[in-house]
């Protein structure tokens, strides 16, 4: 279901944008990171750091909220979110909720 629909107030809302940035030789693969980013912008590469561990990456900065999750859960302080700004969205999709 789609929905056409725009808030009236979409021109005063504005999104946290973050930059994220790996310390790689600081990384042992853990993965947190990974598996905790609430809009999936990170994935383990494919190329080791001197340690023999492969460290997150980053897939899409624009995605990036600010939330800071990935800094917070990384045991090794091998990463860290630097604030973007605040982003004005093009167009504002709802929340789907699961039926049951």
């Known amino acids: 279901m789609t929905f056409w629909r ?9 999104i946290p944008f973050g930059i994220v940035h790996i310390i790689e ?3 042992k693969g853990c993965g947190f990171c990974v598996e905790f980013c609430p809009q999936d912008r990170l994935m383990m590469s494919e190329r080791t750091n001197s340690k023999g561990y492969h460290p997150p990456e980053v897939t899409e ?8 999750l990935c800094a917070l859960l990384c045991p090794d302080f091998a990463i ?7 982003v004005s ?3 504002i999709d709802p929340v789907h909720r699961k039926e049951e």
């Open 61 to 68: 900065h624009a995605d990036c909220v600010n939330c800071g």
């Open 89 to 91: 969205p093009d167009r």
């Open 25 to 27: 030789e600081r990384c």
């Open 6 to 14: 725009q808030p009236l107030d979409r021109d005063r809302i504005f």
């Open 80 to 86: 860290y979110v630097e604030d973007g700004g605040l």
